[in-house]
Structure formats: C-alpha cells, structure tokens
C-alpha cells in the first residue's frame, strides 16, 4: 500500500481555526448568488413512496433509481425498500441483525459499474453487494471506524472515509488516523490519501462525521462543522482547499451552551443553531454539489444546495428548501421530502447547469491546503 501525504492538510474545523484570512473568505461567500430551487433544478417526477404503516420508512439514507424499480435504504428499520416506478412497495430487502443480508444502519448506498447495489452498513463495518432483484451477491467486513463510502467511477474500488484498525488491534477499537481509503473488490485498502485532524473540543468531537465524492481525477472531501472542502489529486496526492457555501453560511460556534443540560440535550440544541454541511456529490469532471442543513425556527429541517467546482469556486447557492437530495446520477438528482404525516415523496430533478459569468463566480480562499 502506498500513502499519499501531499500536504497533510488538517482539517479546520475548531473555532480557533477560524482565523481572520477565514473570516474575510466567509464575508466573500455574500456574493454568490442566491436562487430558489427552481432557479437551479427543473422538477421532472414526484412519485409518493407507499407502503403499510408497519413497513413505513423511517429515515431514507440512500437511493437507486433502476429503469424498473427504486431501491430506498432505511437507516432506522435496517433495511432495503424496493418499489415500482409509480411508488408502491414490493418487497423488503434484510432486516435488522447481525446476519448475512441483514443491517443495523444502512448509510450508504450506490449502483457500481456493473450494475451491482452496493450498501455500506455503519454500525456493523460490512460492504455487502446486492444484484437489482435484491439478491446478495457478497459481503465483506470492514474493521475500523467509518464513515461512508462513495464509489470509484471506472473501478471495482470504493473510497471509505474513516479509519481502519491498527494492526494488533482487531479485537479492539483502536484505529489508525482518519483518511481516505481506496478499497479493491478484496477489501485490500490499495492507496490512503489526506488526513483528518482529531477535533479537541466535546461538542465538535460528536460531529466529526465526515464524507467525500470523486470529482473526475480529484477526491473532494469535507466534515459536519465546516464549510471547507479539500480536492486531493488521486493521481499525485496534492491537496488544496477552499471555503465553499452562500451569504448564508455561518460558522459552527462552540461555547455559550446552557449549563444544568444533559450531553445529549446539549448536542441536539447545539445542532439546531449551525448550518452543518452534510454531503458532496459529483456533477461531471469539474463540479460538484454540496448539501447543507439547518433547521427553522419551527424545528423543521431545512436543506441549501451549492453548486462548485474544483477550483474553488462558488457558481451558485439555492434558498431552504425541504428537500433532501440522497443521490446524483450526472445531472439528475433524486431527494426526498417528509411530509408533516411521515409519508415520503421522491422527486427527481434536473440540474440546469449554469454558464460561469465573472461577476457570479466568487473563489472562496482556493489554494494550497491550509495548515
């Protein structure tokens, strides 16, 4: 295996990374312009997703959109949900378990090349491949501390974003540095590329999550708690950075949380005030979409979208919308919206890409990784 250390860029997460250089980037950000989702997105389909109380879906993590069918993954109930085009449902793929075919928390899932499902399950580190009639064709454990995972256009490899076990430690939970893993179809880790930094403080520790997309020949990744985005040229290991995002954004503060709380009830109110960035998805060779989350004053989730390329630069940023986009094939997203009753609705768009005008592209600190 080989270990691409390019700059060995941390990730600036922490409050104190926030520096004045970042400040005046993030004051840049109020130039890029702002469009509703239909300034950025044409609707193509609206189907209701149906299904028995006793099977509804409980939070949809994921989705594949075949010619016949859609495959929604239920990170809650631990399964798959398989439906026909007009939304109602055919089967259920797993349950929850420890078994073969079987999940505890389905957090990612895509169509490969061959046209396999591929399923990353969280809590029990297993790769498990599936053919379109919901037959498991494989799996493979994982060990360590993950993520995601995202796939390798053009490879039977899939990018893991977490943290194997150090050698000697397998029984254990000891892990080694987060980073990017190239992981064959064996489930040998063939390259590693760019390092997380381990957060210091209680609250930004908790949402260390991160999350990454292949971006022609560049892996861009990012976290929960900030609005920065490293590109990692696959080929060389480079890395450089940029602050991506809308006149919206605000940084993640850390401090000032009400005393006389429990652990949980502080993350869940701290959560509730930050604009936390939850996902990237490819575009084509050059652009990506990232995906921010922030809640109303009502406690509804509410959903931005960043159009960007990997240059740095900020095309364009959308209004709060309720939608929540899960996967992007090309230039067709599909997302979700929950209703106030629970029922779920998949909507299928289309991106209307944007020409690049000088005035309404605004590079938000690109260059070399930061320290």
């Known amino acids: 295996m080989r270990i691409h250390h390019g700059v060995r860029a941390a990730l600036l997460v922490a409050a104190a990374a926030c520096t004045t250089a970042e400040g005046k980037s993030i004051e840049s950000l109020e130039k890029v312009p702002v469009v509703g989702l239909e300034g950025l997105f044409q609707k193509v389909d609206s189907v209701m997703l149906v299904t028995p109380a006793e099977e509804a879906i409980g939070m949809a993590s994921g989705v594949v959109v075949l010619p016949g069918s859609i495959i929604v993954s239920d990170v809650t109930r631990g399964s798959l949900k398989v439906f026909n085009r007009q939304g109602r449902l055919l089967r259920t793929i797993g349950k929850p378990g420890d078994g073969p075919g079987e999940f505890r928390m389905p957090i990612g899932m895509f169509q490969n090349d061959r046209g396999h ?9 297993v790769l498990s491949t599936w053919d379109t009639t919901g037959a498991l064709l494989g799996e493979r454990v994982m060990p360590g501390t ?16 977490g943290a ?32 997380f930094k381990w957060p210091g403080d209680p609250l930004q520790s908790t949402f260390t999550h991160y999350f990454a997309t292949t971006v022609g020949d560049r892996l861009v990744t990012g976290a929960f708690a900030s609005n920065r985005v490293f590109f990692v040229n696959r080929h060389t290991g480079e890395e450089t950075s940029a602050l991506i995002g809308g006149p919206w954004y605000r940084t993640p503060r850390w401090s000032k949380q009400p005393p006389g709380q429990s652990a949980g009830q502080r993350v869940d109110l701290w959560a509730r005030q930050q604009v936390l960035m939850l996902h990237l998805f490819s575009i084509d060779d050059g652009r990506f979409l990232a995906q921010f989350r922030s809640y109303t004053q009502d406690g509804e989730e509410e959903y931005r979208y960043v159009l960007a390329d990997t240059a740095g630069v900020s095309l364009v940023s959308t209004a709060p919308t309720p939608l929540r986009i899960l996967s992007v094939v090309g230039n067709t997203a599909y997302g979700v919206v929950t209703t106030a009753e629970g029922d779920v609705a998949l909507e299928t768009i289309k991106l209307m890409l944007p020409a690049r005008p000088a005035s309404a592209s605004v590079t938000a600190r690109s260059g070399p990784a930061q320290p």
Not at 117 to 125: A, N, T
Not at 146 to 160: A, C, I, N, R, S
């Open 146 to 161: 993950w993520d995601g995972l995202t796939d390798l256009p053009g490879t039977d490899h899939v990018l893991m974003v």
């Open 117 to 125: 499902v591929v399923v990353f399950d969280l809590r029990r580190s």
């Open 164 to 195: 194997r076990v150090r050698k000697g430690h397998e029984a254990g939970a000891s892990g080694e540095q987060m980073a990017l893993h190239d992981v064959d179809s064996s489930g040998a880790i063939t390259t590693s590329y760019h390092s």
